[in-house]
């Protein structure tokens, strides 16, 4: 059984490939990216592969105790790779 790194590590190939060899799927890559300025490279690109229509990320804790916002039970979260 493949490790939860492993996974994450080959989502992260798989989606660099894929949007570096189609010109449609670099620019869906950069109105993505546009939104997530704040983070680096890979963050972003993590980001576009699991929801590729995101327009707000943040930490957990940022959405509660700074913006005030309540999160769903049940939603799921963006995988990063720090």
Same mark, same amino acid.
């Given at each position: 059984?493949?490790?939860?790194?492993? *996974?994450?590590?080959? *989502?992260?190939?798989?989606?660099?490939?894929?949007?570096?060899?189609?010109?449609?799927?670099?620019?869906? #890559?950069?109105?993505?990216?546009?939104?997530?300025?704040?983070?680096? #490279?890979?963050?972003?690109?993590?980001?576009?592969?699991?929801?590729? #229509?995101?327009?707000?990320?943040?930490?957990?804790?940022?959405?509660?105790?700074? #913006?005030?916002?309540?999160?769903?039970?049940?939603?799921?979260?963006?995988? *990063?790779?720090?």
């Amino acid at each position: 059984m493949p490790r939860k790194i492993d *996974l994450i590590t080959e *989502l992260y190939r798989r989606t660099v490939n894929g949007i570096t060899e189609d010109s449609v799927a670099w620019r869906a #890559f950069l109105r993505s990216a546009a939104y997530q300025y704040k983070y680096p #490279f890979s963050e972003q690109v993590m980001i576009y592969a699991q929801r590729p #229509f995101a327009t707000a990320c943040a930490e957990f804790d940022v959405w509660c105790n700074h #913006f005030g916002r309540r999160i769903n039970r049940g939603a799921s979260g963006i995988a *990063l790779i720090t």
